[in-house]
């Protein structure tokens, strides 16, 4: 379901499947590939950026962001979270990185992101 949010992960990292697997150490065509190319999958490609949708379609009818987030989908967020270049909302979980299971590796993804984000703004300074 659309509304199902199981995740918000708000980023100023451009989403790039290659550079996230070579990040992981994840060989492409390789088991980890699959495992964690679904995570990818998941977190970017088929998640809702609500960033971009509010502008493209919505920022005529509420006020601001915070406002469609809270109203739309009842989720407050911190300034800095809405400061993001990208706010993903996450409506499903692989089982690699679900925290409902043992041995989940949601902490390595979640840090992994946040070292490609600080390498992309380091890139850019």
């Not at 990208?86 to 590796?105: A, G, M, R, S």
Request: hydrophobic share 40%; net charge negative.
């Amino acid at each position: 379901m659309r509304d199902d949010i199981k995740l918000i992960l708000p980023t100023s990292w451009e989403p790039d499947k290659d550079a996230f697997l070579a990040r992981l150490g994840v060989a492409k065509g390789g088991l980890g590939d699959h495992f964690f190319g679904s995570v990818y999958d998941a977190f970017f490609t088929h998640a809702i950026d609500v960033k971009r949708e509010f502008e493209k379609y919505y920022s005529v009818e509420y006020a601001s962001l915070a406002d469609y987030m809270e109203i739309r989908y009842g989720e407050a967020l911190s300034e800095d979270d809405l400061g993001c270049e990208h706010l993903f909302l996450v409506t499903w979980i692989p089982q690699v990185v679900d925290v409902d299971y043992e041995n989940n590796k949601f902490d390595v993804v979640m840090e992994c992101i946040r070292e490609l984000e600080r390498s992309q703004n380091e890139d850019q300074t």
